[in-house]
């Protein structure tokens, strides 16, 4: 491989029992120790396993309603803990970030249900008391109850881009223009806070938003928090070209991830930004063992925990299909939902059938990346292979067992990437952003649409 270089890996979790990003039931496994997620002391303990294992980010993903699509309700959902609870994660990281002193921290929060005023706050806040380790996860939401949670209609896939974009631009104001960079003062000798005439008022009327300002917090270490986006439709990429710092990938093809890449960073040059200065992840869940005996023994093993309508729910909300009102043979029809939106299919591919469906997710291996599957040897070699067909700079693990899943990756992964220069070695002081930036910088330059608003 040339040009090798330390991998950024990440850890995904849920506040929940019936974390989405591997399969759902296997809290169920008498190894797993997930049922704890409602008290602090579990994620504590994660915390600090994922800082031991030298990992560079702690990520919440999070929803604000059931999985409620499949079979018209959220039974399914209730009976196997479908990511529920869906505990609030920014509650969270506060206690994680004082009993760690490297890991950053990232949350998904949406910008169709939060207030852009209160979203600055609290993530002013967030930046503040973990010194520059946080990141903010920009998603726009899809669940139909998360809507009617809010008293709302679902929104169109697009539309909520819109609004997303007047969000931005209301955060933005709020972070990086309402306080000049020395108005905070913060002395007792001169008897001063700050400086009233560095202090501003952002006084925006927009389509979504009115909001007067000032922001009320001081400039924080990185003063807009990390930026990360998921979204890989279309729109999504348009809006990671503008915005995003690290993305999220929505693909599992390398090609068609590097190209992918290739064509968010191109875009984002023609808006000015620098294309070298956004990352890319990819979502695996690996499963290790020293022997391919072994291996199959964990799969086996986590077979037989394995509750295929558990995580066919899970797939249902994400894809705004009801599973459950089709025949085996039955063509799925293909629609138009204001849902997650990635990857189109072929248009001369055949026609999936709710059968086929229901047969892949008969497997708990149903998100799973056979690369990602086998021996240390095995997938290290892989995942070199896979970083250099993509371009991606790293992985985010997704636990099939907590904390099993992660402890392998440590004890058996992690020390054959050492070996071929994928892991260790990265900055592991200052703020996530500097970690992460080619020049080393704590806050977003002028080619970002947040730095260009600083005075």
Known sequence: MTDTKPLFFGLYEQACVGNGSGAVSLWTHPDDRRLGALDLRYWIDLARRAEEAEFDLFFFGDVLGMYDTLGGGPATALEWGVELPAHDPLLHIPALAAVTERIAFGATVSTTYEHPFAHARRFST?????AGRIAWNIVTSYLPGAAANFGLDVLAHDSRYDRADEFLEVVY??????WDDDAYVGSRELRRFADPSK???VDHEGAHFRVAGPHVSPPSPQRTPYLIQAGWSPRGREFAARHAELIFVGDSDPQAIREGLAGIRARAAELGRDPEQIRAVVGMNPVLA????EVQQKLDGYQSQYNADAQLAAYAG?????FAAYADDEPIVKQSTNHTQTKETRSDAPPLTAGDVRRRFASVTAFADDRFIGTPDEVAANIEEFVEESGVDGFLLHQYLSPGSLDDFSTLLAPRLRERGLFGGRPSDGTLRSRLRTDGADRLGADHPAGARRR
């Not at 104001?173 to 309402?178: A, F, G, N």
């Not at 994400?318 to 009801?322: K, L, N, T, V």
Request: overall charge negative; glycine content about 4%; charged content about 30%.
């Open 126 to 130: 967030l930046d503040h008391l973990t």
């Open 318 to 322: 994400w894809s705004g299909i009801d």
């Open 199 to 201: 202090v501003h008022r």
């Open 290 to 293: 020293p022997t391919r005996i």
């Open 173 to 178: 104001d709020l972070w990086e223009r309402s």
